[in-house]
């Protein structure tokens, strides 16, 4: 029997799995997160790493579904794990790589705990994920918001949607959540976010300005 571990806990109950590079930029890792939950433990967004962990996913129970953000997470393909993939409706399409077994179209809620909401922008099904864990609410933005060397960054592509991203972010604004956990992180730096809701409010208000005039990358210190 080995004690080795490839999965990590930053905060109790939330496992990452191992960062793996984006393919077109090596400064940037993506990672997934197991959630431990006493319904059923599910994984959000998809990358390399869940094949590395899956032993020790199941090993902690499996997962009942796995939820995706958007679309380009399914660049990488099927890692392999026996579980069920869910995504935004109208990013449906462009995630054929994976074996889709449902869609999200409307704000809804998973066992009470895990809050399902169409934040659509950075592509038209983005999903963001609302967990509260008990301890800690954990918001999953994917790369709607992401983490450049501490700083908080929206993505709006040359395909975004700018108007519905700006309507995301405001809605984001709103929600109550003390953890930011996003799909993507500057490489060896942390990839998380603990923050309080007067933070998260006005780094979420420097992105909104920011985007509101047209900036294609966007920062909040």
């Known amino acids: 029997m080995t004690n080795q571990t490839t999965l990590e806990t930053p905060i109790e109950g ?14 940037v890792d993506v990672r997934a997160f197991l959630l431990e939950r006493p319904t059923g433990n ?48 109208r990013d449906r399409n462009h995630a ?5 077994a449902g869609t999200f179209s409307e704000r809804q809620t998973l066992d009470d705990d895990l809050e399902v909401i169409p934040t659509p922008g950075h592509t038209p099904g983005t999903t963001t994920f609302l967990w509260d864990s008990g301890s800690h609410r954990f918001l999953f933005t994917g790369d709607t ?14 395909e ?3 108007d519905a991203y700006l309507q995301s972010l405001a809605l984001l604004r709103e929600l109550e959540f003390d953890v930011l956990v ?6 060896g730096e942390p990839y998380i976010d603990v923050v309080s809701r007067t933070q998260a409010q006005q780094r979420l208000d ?11 990358d966007d920062r909040a210190n």
């Not at 939330?14 to 400064?27: G, K, M, R, V, Y």
């Not at 590395?52 to 579904?65: D, H, N, P, V």
């Not at 920011?210 to 294609?216: D, L, N, T, W, Y």
């Open 145 to 158: 918001l992401w983490i450049e060397h501490g700083h908080w960054r929206a993505t709006v592509l040359g």
């Open 160 to 162: 975004s949607d700018r």
């Open 182 to 187: 996003p799909w993507a992180a500057t490489a």
């Open 14 to 27: 939330l496992w990452a799995t191992p960062p793996a590079p984006l393919p077109f930029d090596s400064t």
């Open 42 to 89: 599910v994984i959000i967004y998809d990358a390399p790493g869940l094949a590395a962990a899956a032993g020790e996913i199941q090993a902690r129970g499996g997962a009942t579904r796995q939820l995706l953000n958007h679309a380009h997470e399914a660049m990488f393909g099927s890692q392999g794990l026996d579980v069920g993939v869910f995504v935004g409706e």
């Open 96 to 100: 054929r790589s994976l074996p889709i």
């Open 206 to 216: 420097a992105i909104i300005e920011r985007v509101q005039a047209g900036k294609p």
